[in-house]
């Protein structure tokens, strides 16, 4: 068997690989319980006519891998659309054979192909081996910029009051 990876684009049958690679990325950055998406409103989102979310889906030998989730962002600075990369993960045992940068090449052929000019994801800052390999493509980090995030209590909040 050929250890030759290939990237695709996810269907809506893929729905159930997505949610184990999700949960397993979010046991690794120590938030397993965390996980609220369900196989069934993932599989509903990318039959959608107007889907929240891309994926890429990687396979070796016609196995899944590994999967990069993104969507689509707007920069005003630069009247540019760009690419909001949420979740990469590449299973264990098939790491350190060009998964994730197959899966980050397709990520950035799809931006320019669609004219975009920016791709920006979070790591977190003890994840030494992503933060690696994205120096390695040539990544810079944005060390001014603070993540702010408003959910649960606080957004019902803000929207009521």
């Known amino acids: 068997m050929s250890n030759d990876v290939t990237v695709r684009a996810a269907t809506p049958d ?4 997505i949610l184990r690679f999700v949960r397993a990325l979010a046991a690794y950055e120590r938030e ?10 993932l ?7 107007r889907p929240p979310f891309e994926c890429f889906v990687a396979e070796m030998s ?8 993104f969507f689509a962002t707007y920069s005003t600075w630069r009247a ?28 950035a052929r799809s931006l320019i192909a669609r004219g975009g ?6 790591v977190l800052d003890w994840n030494e081996l992503a933060l690696g390999f994205y120096r390695r493509l040539g990544a810079s980090a944005l060390g001014e ?3 702010m995030r408003l959910d649960g209590e606080a957004l019902a909040r803000l929207a009521n009051g």
């Open 14 to 17: 893929d729905a159930g690989t």
């Open 80 to 107: 540019s659309t760009g690419i909001h990369l949420e979740d990469l993960w590449v299973e264990p045992h098939a790491r350190r054979h060009g998964v994730a940068l197959a899966l980050m090449r397709a990520i």
């Open 32 to 41: 397993p319980d965390a996980v609220e998406a369900t196989e069934e409103v």
């Open 117 to 122: 000019a920016r791709l920006e994801w979070r």
């Open 62 to 69: 016609g196995a899944p891998v590994g999967f990069a989730l």
């Open 43 to 49: 599989r509903a989102q990318l039959a959608s006519e």
């Open 145 to 147: 910029w603070e993540t």
